[in-house]
């Protein structure tokens, strides 16, 4: 299950979403996310499906490492599709199960509602798995600017998200170690009911979140060792520019975005 998160983890390469502007990647996901959640018709659903297809293909990153992310949220789906089967109203009565009526639209619903969590899902991984932390703190603390003005501490907010999404693939790997170690010792991480497994898991938290402080505790003296006070007087050795690629992927988007809110709102 660990080895099945993709989020906070990077794959090197030279794709076109690889050299992008972080900012515009960080841009066009919450747009195509609005729009994945706006989407209220089957001709809309296809129009995600494909562009998020797309931009998987472009980036050059294994599509079954980038799907692997969506097995950690298979229980979520069973859930939310289980309750969107049973409550949701509907006409055409398939089956009745325990006094429940299951309906041909309360399964049209349960399956748009696990599509759009998938699709997001793998939307995300895209814009981690193609843009380095780093790159994606000066991107995020580049759109907040402007809310400086108002002493927001968004260099603060910025650095917590860079060293929050390094740290995950580390304490990833911290807690792969803490359970093959636990296991070696005769500890049963598989059999059981849920609260057993849950109990069994305990002697992974205590050393992972020792090790968690401990790390955090050398992140900071590493910091103040080297003379770190913000934001103030503090240069970049990358700077971000807006380029050609970042024009055409914007100039390719925005006629999706078009041609999607005609499709979706106009021409239905």
């Known amino acids: 299950m660990l080895k099945n998160i993709t989020m906070g983890q990077y794959i090197p390469g030279n794709s076109v979403l690889h050299r992008a ?45 980038t799907l692997k992310g969506i097995k950690p949220l298979l229980i979520i789906l069973v859930i939310t599709s289980a309750i969107n089967i049973f409550t949701y109203p509907g006409t055409t009565v398939l089956w009745s199960v325990w006094g429940a009526n299951i309906t041909l639209e309360g399964l049209i619903q349960a399956a ?53 999404l390094r740290f995950i693939p580390t304490l990833l790997e911290e807690t792969d170690r803490i359970i093959k170690a636990q296991a070696s010792r005769g500890a049963d991480f598989d059999t059981g009911n849920i609260l057993e497994k849950a109990k069994s898991f305990v002697p992974v938290l205590i050393p992972l979140f020792v090790s968690a402080f401990k790390r955090a505790e050398e992140l900071a003296t590493a910091m103040e060792s080297r003379c770190y006070r913000g934001d103030i007087g503090r240069t970049r050795m990358k700077q971000l520019r807006y380029t050609k690629v970042d024009r055409n992927i914007s100039l390719f988007l925005l006629l999706f975005m078009i041609l999607f809110i005609l499709t979706t709102f106009v021409f239905r």
């Open 21 to 65: 502007d972080p900012r515009i990647k960080m841009i066009w996901v919450i747009i195509l996310m609005v729009a994945l959640f706006t989407a209220n018709n089957f001709s809309g659903y296809v129009m995600m499906l494909a562009i998020i297809t797309i931009m998987l293909l472009v980036s050059e990153v294994p599509v079954s490492f």
């Open 112 to 164: 748009v509602i696990a599509g759009r969590l998938c699709l997001m899902v793998i939307l995300g991984s895209v814009l981690t798995l193609t843009t380095t932390p780093m790159a994606l703190t000066d991107g995020l603390e580049s759109l907040l600017k402007p809310l400086k003005k108002w002493r927001v501490p968004v260099h603060e907010m910025a650095m917590m998200m860079s060293i929050a």
